[in-house]
């Protein structure tokens, strides 16, 4: 046997189910569809198991005998011919028609169902699994017609190894910032600290914290010169009368102006009265 004909006996199996139903449809009603709802349970047929193989380019829907594995039809999807081989009833999802050949130009359609939901899915996945793989081999035999017909010879190098050996080190040379900085923060940070200045308030603002009780006669006296100093009029001349300067010795003033007391206490006790 030679190696072409090895190559196109190699199979790959898909997907394998093993139990499926087939049923005898009644020719098409419309031209929308089958619908497995007008197939009556008398119309089965067959139940077996189904195999999706890969034969290469071309994938094969085989029906079997599970016990000795006898053929009972097969249904062959050639590349991007799935619609005229497989196709999905419009009131269900587990079940579909067949196109089923016996090799030598005849076809039949028939009815196939899955008992779970599940496994009419993986069915639809396999066959959709085995038209991407066709089209990926497709396409890298066309990339590679195109890169033998072309000049262009691009060089692979071996990537380089930066990594230190054993023993090996890296030396750094970092340079020295400068002392003298050029930034706000330099030239704030160089600049002499300053004391504000201590300026004394103008004259004849401050107050007293406890102004004098008033009435009070030295206080009086106090302003008066103050008032006649500013106004430039100069006091008069005190006269040397051989008393004490102190404004306070002669309470004579201040005598008359108590109130007379009323009881027979001394000078003393009219002075805390008052």
């Given at each position: 046997m030679?190696?072409?004909?090895?190559?196109?006996?190699?199979?790959?199996?898909?997907l394998v189910v093993r139990e499926v139903a087939v049923y005898k449809i009644p020719p098409r009603s419309t031209s929308g569809g089958y619908k497995c709802g007008e197939w009556l349970?008398?119309?089965k047929i067959w139940s077996g198991r189904l195999?999706?193989?890969?034969?290469?380019?071309?994938?094969?829907?085989?029906?079997?005998?599970?016990?000795?594995?006898?053929?009972?039809?097969?249904?062959f999807v050639n590349p991007?011919?799935?619609?005229?081989?497989?196709?999905?009833?419009l009131d269900s999802s587990r079940y579909f028609v067949?196109?089923?050949?016996?090799?030598?130009?005849k076809h039949a359609f028939i009815g196939l169902g899955f008992a779970?939901?599940?496994?009419?899915?993986?069915?639809?996945v396999a066959l959709s699994d085995h038209e991407k793989y066709v089209r990926?081999?497709?396409?890298?035999?066309?990339?590679?017609?195109?890169?033998?017909?072309?000049?262009?010879h691009i060089d692979i190098h071996p990537a380089v190894n930066h990594r230190l050996k054993e023993g090996e080190t890296i030396r750094i040379n970092v340079k020295?910032?400068?002392?003298?900085?050029?930034?706000?923060?330099?030239?704030?940070?160089?600049?002499p600290k300053t004391t504000p200045l201590g300026i004394a308030p103008p004259p004849g603002k401050i107050r007293s914290p406890l102004p004098p009780p008033p009435n009070d006669p030295v206080a009086s006296r106090i302003a008066s010169a103050n008032h006649g100093v500013s106004l430039g009029i100069k006091p008069p001349p005190q006269e040397n009368t051989g008393r004490s300067s102190d404004p306070l010795s002669d309470l004579s003033p201040l005598e008359k102006n108590l109130p007379p007391s009323t009881s027979s206490g001394s000078t003393a006790s009219g002075w805390a009265a008052f």
């Open positions: 030679s190696f072409e004909e090895d190559e196109e006996s190699f199979e790959h199996t898909l349970q008398s119309d195999r999706v193989v890969s034969c290469k380019d071309r994938c094969e829907i085989r029906l079997e005998d599970p016990n000795s594995a006898e053929l009972f039809a097969a249904c991007g011919q799935r619609e005229n081989s497989v196709e999905t009833v067949l196109k089923i050949e016996d090799g030598r130009g779970e939901r599940n496994e009419a899915f993986d069915f639809n990926r081999e497709h396409e890298k035999e066309a990339a590679g017609e195109t890169s033998d017909s072309g000049d262009t020295p910032k400068p002392t003298s900085g050029t930034g706000m923060l330099s030239a704030a940070a160089g600049k």
